[in-house]
């Protein structure tokens, strides 16, 4: 028999699970590595709902399983040190467990990598961790382009608008991913499960004040708690000022769905806790100016549904970003942008601070990527 080896947190143990382990061992025997609580606390910001001895004793009961323990190391590849003992045939994940790096990995230890889509066993319903954890509501956000023109210092040197999406939280997007945890995080503190019915606006400026209390170091750009709070599409534009001068918001169901075909999200890491996007910055006024017209024309491009603008319009705003904040990107997530350049119309990366997704534009169905659903009220 093959081994076949898969890794996660498997907290609230359910069917979904159940059904993964089970498609996994119809390819040889089973071997599971769990993601210790230290891991899961850095990795989502929370606690597990089971402790990860509660788990381990969880996962080794069921009998698709062959063997399973609790991973030794940290961040998204814990299981290294298990992986190069147990020198599988196979590395079993899901689309949303899916990352380059794990990919990556296989390749340099000669691992078949196999990628499957979430599949419920027989007539039981579609099953998730963060489904079972639904009395949280409240949503991410993706800025599709002009990011950082929130900040003051960027947008008084040339005025632009900020293009953000709201995202239902559907997955249990990483910490520190670009997808705007932090504000979610003030937000849950501040509402709990929801974003409370009223003036989105104004629960957006409370969101802001509650996350950017008086002496804060570094204030957090606005297009994050606007991001969060408004749903569908939004349009914010700034005029050097932490508040943007002007608000348009989209909520046409044409428009958004159009959206949720083309956009495609593949999971990078989380970035790191050191991480200093602002060292070495070069902005400059040639720079703004190229990240708001981007902007602008991603915009338009969204308006006439025309996804090659779209994807265009994408690449110049990262690219601007980039030209003022080399620190947001790296090496080997360049290398991977490369992969998927001949089949995409555009991409760029999640937030501002480099790692946590990749995003794409493309009019095709991306192997291994998951998509989104915006909120629409």
């Known amino acids: ?28 025997d089973l071997y599971v590595g769990i993601g210790s609580d230290k891991t899961i606390n850095e990795l989502k910001a929370r606690k597990t709902i089971n402790n990860d001895q509660e788990r381990l004793y969880m996962v080794k009961s069921l009998k698709a399983v062959k063997d399973a323990w609790i991973n030794q190391g940290s961040g998204i590849i814990d299981f290294l040190e298990e992986v190069k003992t147990l020198k599988p045939d196979i590395f079993f994940v899901n689309t ?27 007539n039981l319903p579609s099953r998730s961790t963060t489904a079972l954890r639904e009395e949280c509501r409240i949503p991410y956000r993706i800025d599709l382009a002009g990011g950082w023109l929130d900040q003051p210092n960027v947008s008084e040197l040339y005025s632009g608008p900020v293009l953000t999406i709201c995202i239902e939280p559907d997955y249990e997007f990483n910490d520190r991913s670009g997808m705007s945890t932090s504000s979610r995080k003030k937000a849950i503190e501040l509402w709990q499960v929801d974003i409370p019915s009223g003036d989105k606006e104004k629960l957006a400026k409370t969101l802001f004040c509650f996350e950017n209390p008086p002496g804060t170091k570094y204030v957090s750009g606005s297009q994050d708690a606007l991001g969060v709070t408004m749903p569908g599409l939004n349009r914010f534009h ?17 428009t958004l769905d159009w959206i949720e075909e083309h956009l495609w999200l593949v ?17 400059n006024t ?8 981007a902007a602008t024309n991603c915009w338009q491009a969204i308006k006439n549904k025309d996804a090659q603008a779209f994807g265009k319009a994408m690449i110049q705003s990262f690219d601007a970003q980039i030209a003022m904040y080399p620190n947001m990107i790296s090496n080997d997530i360049l290398e991977i942008i490369d992969t998927y350049k001949n089949e995409v119309n555009g991409w760029k990366i999640s937030g501002a601070g480099g790692g946590g997704y990749l995003i794409f534009v ?3 169905p991306i192997n291994n990527a998951i998509q989104i659903r915006i909120r629409r009220s």
């Open 1 to 28: 028999m093959k081994k076949v080896f898969v890794s996660g947190c498997y907290d609230m143990l359910h069917s979904g699970h159940v059904a993964f382990f089970e498609e996994a061992a119809a390819l040889g």
């Open 96 to 122: 949303d467990g899916h990352s380059s790096v794990k990919e990556e990995l296989c390749k340099k230890l000669g691992i078949e990598y196999v990628v499957s889509k979430r599949v419920p066993h027989g």
């Open 238 to 254: 700034y005029t050097g000022n932490f508040w943007p001068s002007e608000i348009e918001n989209v909520l046409d169901n044409n």
């Open 267 to 283: 999971p990078l890491y989380p970035r790191h806790e050191d991480y200093d996007v602002l060292s070495d910055t070069n902005i």
């Open 286 to 293: 040639e720079n703004v100016k190229r990240l708001s017209d």
């Open 362 to 364: 493309s009019e095709k």
